[in-house]
């Protein structure tokens, strides 16, 4: 074995300059691991993969100096990586996952998001650049430097490296079937470290090449005849024929019904919360994946949880979608309307929208930009509203009587939350995070736009027939959320769960349901609420108005959130498996087949 060890690491093959740009190299795999397992969790340490695999990356990424003696050429390749580890890192502070192989060619979306980007840096990050300045400070005050030669010592090393590697991965049948394996509850977040960023890729790469099998088929429907049967309410309860639809950009639910130093946060959305005819969930949780608003529109419209990697609406936008849209043009001849501050070609929206049917589609040309919001200084919320009545006033979209799905997307919410001075209504004096208070001012401020537009609403001859939802797209707070929680100013007013609101004003039922359901859950709820029991596609999720509903739910990175204590274990993988399912139906069209 001695042998074995001195013919692979020769002390002529590690020469100074080489252990400082490999041990540069090793310590950003685990120091980008550290980090990302910080914010899931630390069970990846405990697997041989990750120390194994970080070498291999390391002396792959070694070939520049190990091979031909390019200083400055693996300095540049260092660089890179440091961008590259940097980025993923800022990625899944916010959607809890590594970039998917596909979102690289979306760069240019991020001209919409350069301050919510610049909001995802952490001083950490600088390790990682700083790195590498000390690995070239030291190569250049090295003054013999070994002159260029074929090392075949670091081949065969890099090749033993990788029997290794390959070597682990055949006992668990091949890297597809181990990295598979930790897609569920307990190692969803552990690919990516133990298998680097350049494994992730790959194993992204491998699902695009998946086909559709009978044994694909067969996992599909069990599940689905093992999903409880949808049951439509009683034929007393009145039906509506209009559906209003508010999105508001990471609204969570904690900023309702609360008070802050004299502040009614939400006055509007918490005199709708008192109404007779309000149906209200406090507790749904985000299952909002790597298309994040986008996302939203897939679980509330069309009953389906995201994919697991990547967006929907950029690989798969002309898939076939059973959604609320369709089902009311079938049954009420509805016409489906959507309006958006964002251009068309945000999450490719304007494909998502045709996908989903949806009529008129109102974009940011269709807006006179007259308040402008944000780090991206894009139409503010008041604006918005106050357009959009200005709009219905004259009859432009959804005439009176005209049964309708009419979707709002609102766009301040968005982080970094930054709102101008002359647009707050109400201050904080009190020693409080500065992003807890950028977020309670922009909460306050876009339940003042509400108010207008549901104002107006109330006016119409058609409101007796609609039924208006408002909730929040996805949580906001991210990554933020924990420091937060623990402030002294935030530990007993912000919530340490990602939960957005529901709430259903003019509701045939009325009522506050205070268990945990997930967004998926919405599609079948308004299916219920709808009268639109006829309509073939129930979605993933249960109506929270089947008394027999389980009060749980299970969110993108498999975490389990509710009373979970007397669930059984079949009823929660279920559940859990419901992320696979859906994933499969959109990968392969279902649906359409």
Known sequence: MKSLVNSLFPKKLWTRPTIVFGGGLFFKFILFNIIW??????????????????????????????????????????????????????YSRTYYSAIPLDSYGLAGNLSDFTASVYDSLRWTDLLFPLSTLACLYLYITE??????????????????????????????????????????ANYHTCGVPMY?????????????????????????????????????????????????VILCESLESWVLERNVEGHEITPCLNSLLKEPTTLFAPKVLTQVAGGRSIDCQLLLNAGMLPIK????????????????????????????????????????????????????????????????VGSRKKLGDESFFRQCVEKLKKGEIWKENEPVYFQCVTYSGHNPFILPEESRRITFKGDYPQRMKDYMCMANYTDHAIKQFIDYLKTRSDYSRTLIVITGDHEGLAADRIPLCHSDGGKDIVSDKPFTPLIIVNSPIGMRYEKVMGQVDMYTTLLNLMKLDGYPWKGIGQSILDPDKAPFAIGPQMNAEGDI???????KEHAEKAHTISDMMIRYNYLAR
């Open 143 to 184: 003054k013999n430097k070994p002159k260029p030669t074929i090392k075949w010592h670091y081949l065969a090393t890099t090749g033993f490296v990788l029997l290794l590697s390959v070597g682990l991965n055949t006992i668990k049948g091949g890297y597809k079937a181990a990295y598979d394996s930790l897609q569920n």
């Open 37 to 90: 397992c910080m914010q899931t969790t630390f069970t990846s340490f405990s697997f041989p993969e990750l120390y194994l695999n970080a070498a291999l990356a390391t002396l792959v990424l070694l070939v520049p100096y190990a091979c031909f003696r390019k200083g400055w050429l693996q300095c540049v390749v260092m660089f890179l990586l440091d961008g590259l580890l940097t980025a993923n890192l800022m």
């Open 309 to 372: 990697s990547g967006s929907y609406s950029m690989k798969y936008p002309t898939n076939t979608f059973f959604t609320l849209t369709q089902a009311m043009k079938e049954k009420y001849g509805a016409r489906g309307y959507l309006l958006t501050v964002d251009k068309q070609i945000v999450w490719n929206q304007g494909a998502v929208a045709k996908a989903f049917g949806i009529d008129t589609l109102l974009t940011k040309p269709c807006w006179i930009l007259d308040e402008k």
């Open 565 to 571: 204590r007397h669930i059984p274990a079949k009823e």
């Open 196 to 244: 680097t960023l350049f494994g992730h890729l790959y194993y992204n790469a491998l699902q695009a090449k998946d086909i559709y099998t009978p044994q694909i088929e067969e996992t599909i429907r069990t599940w689905q005849a093992e999903q409880p049967a949808y049951k439509p309410l009683p034929d007393s309860i009145p039906a509506r024929t209009n559906l209003v």
